[in-house]
């Protein structure tokens, strides 16, 4: 059986599971969001699932909603088998969700319950969890609570970044996808598993505000969030008089007055926290390049100690 599908997605993240469909069906075509400003130019620019999708010759739909009758009947001239969304971006109303045979299925980057929401990377490295996953969700009207088709778990390496753990959940999912469409066609899809909502945990949207660390905070939950917010926001601190932007450090053992320098050589700038100390090993000044603590201190060589 040749499935029909319509795929949904806009950032990085979804384009390996576009690959996945292409492999898997006949993508029929690629709902994603309106080229948006970007750059220094702030020119118009296609999301990176457009792009994906116009290198494998598949047509691109770009409504600015799909609440619209038009909308609605725009996908309902397809006849979709499937429509998967991964990463989309905008809200899919019932009837919408009503309109593929199969309905629709959504690739979402955490062990749902936990972590439902918009940035549950982000918060399973915040949190300190251990492990993390994908699981490939039958969608229902609200957000990420439908019941689960296919899961697979990962541990989250003890200095792995947002980054570095996005793209190998990205990879994962299309590998869950692809495992979920092989199944599918075959008609050996296991029975979905219902969520225990009693357990959900909602993941909050970054906040660039939340980027600004506390010193007086244990050492360990700020390594956790420099983490985190690698690529995006970056956490930044006062440091000696100086706004520093902080994009690698890790949690060690030390004392002192909340924010101050216990310790600055070429193996870190070690700063006292609630407990313990926080080294950091790459850090940014206003208008500069990341650099190592070492060349940091080659600029400011009085914090050598």
């Known amino acids: 059986m040749t499935l029909k599908l319509v795929f949904a997605g806009t950032p990085e993240f979804a384009v390996p599971s576009l690959r996945a469909a292409l492999a898997g069906g006949d993508v029929l075509a690629v709902l994603t969001q309106p080229d948006r400003p970007a750059g220094r130019g702030r020119q118009p620019t ?22 619209t009758p038009e909308a609605r009947a725009m996908l309902a001239e397809l006849k979709p088998d499937l429509l998967i969304v991964v990463a989309y971006g905008l809200i899919l109303p ?21 972590w439902r929401g918009a940035a549950p990377i982000q918060r399973a490295i915040e949190a300190g969890d251990g492990k993390t996953g994908v699981c490939l ?31 190998r959940l ?12 092989a199944l599918l066609r075959e008609n050996r899809l296991p029975p979905a598993e219902e969520q225990d909502d009693a357990l959900a945990v909602y993941a909050h949207k970054l906040d660039k505000a939340e980027a600004r660390l506390d010193w007086n905070q244990p050492a360990i939950e700020l390594a956790r969030r420099v983490r985190a917010f690698s690529p995006w926001p970056v956490a930044e601190a006062e440091l000696s008089g100086e706004r520093l932007r902080i994009h ?40 500069g390049k990341v650099v190592d603590a070492a060349a940091y201190l080659n600029a400011r060589p009085a914090l050598r100690r």
């Not at 296609?46 to 609440?67: D, G, Y």
């Not at 019932?94 to 936990?114: K, M």
């Open 248 to 287: 690698a450090a890790h949690a060690i053992e030390g004392n002192g007055t909340p924010g101050t320098i216990i310790a600055a050589s070429k193996h870190g700038i070690d700063v006292a926290c609630l407990e313990g100390a926080l080294r950091l090993t790459q850090v940014q000044r206003d208008g």
């Open 170 to 181: 990205s990879e994962l999912g299309a590998d869950v996808l692809a495992e979920g469409l």
């Open 94 to 114: 019932q009837a919408v969700l009503d309109i593929p045979r199969y309905g629709a299925w959504n690739v979402h980057a955490s062990l749902l319950p936990r």
């Open 46 to 67: 296609p999301s990176p699932v457009k792009q994906a999708a116009i290198e494998a010759n598949v047509p691109v739909l770009q409504p600015e909603t799909l609440r």
């Open 137 to 167: 969700m039958q969608m229902r009207k609200g957000l990420d609570t439908g019941p689960v088709l296919l899961r697979r778990e990962t541990p989250i390496g003890a200095d792995e970044t947002a980054g570095q753990l996005h793209d």
